[in-house]
């Protein structure tokens, strides 16, 4: 079982950053890849970053070259940081974690735990 609690979002103006983090209970999370996803008022939940267990990295290509994804395993941490933010980028910022570290890794379907979610806004 793990236990995932986001942190960081907020209200920010287009063009700003924000700096999510996912703080992951148990011991074993370094054997989980981790993923963030995103969803917004009245449109489905939307893959936005992954990173596998070895640090390889995957981005949905309406954030490439804006957010990267990181992970801190001494501190079970792993972080969304976003730069260059539009208002379109408004939505609850989820963190996932997947134990099988591969398969359909844009689809929510292939993770197993979640956390609740943080709200991120940006105004225009």
């Known amino acids: 079982q793990v236990q995932l609690v986001e942190s960081g979002g907020g209200l920010v103006q287009a063009g700003g950053s924000l700096r999510l983090s996912c703080a992951a209970s148990g011991r074993t999370f370094e054997s989980y890849a981790m993923g963030w996803f995103r969803q917004a008022p009245g449109k489905e939940r939307e893959f936005v970053a992954r990173?596998?267990?070895?640090?390889?990295?995957y981005y949905a290509h309406s954030v490439k070259g804006r957010f990267t994804i990181s992970r801190d395993n001494a501190k079970n941490t792993v972080y969304l940081q976003m730069n260059s933010l539009k208002p379109e980028d408004t939505a609850v910022y989820s963190c996932a974690a997947d134990s099988t570290n591969g398969g359909d890794y844009i689809s929510v379907l292939q993770y197993d735990y979640w956390g609740q979610g943080t709200q991120v806004t940006v105004s225009s």
């Open positions: 990173i596998s267990r070895r640090g390889d990295k």
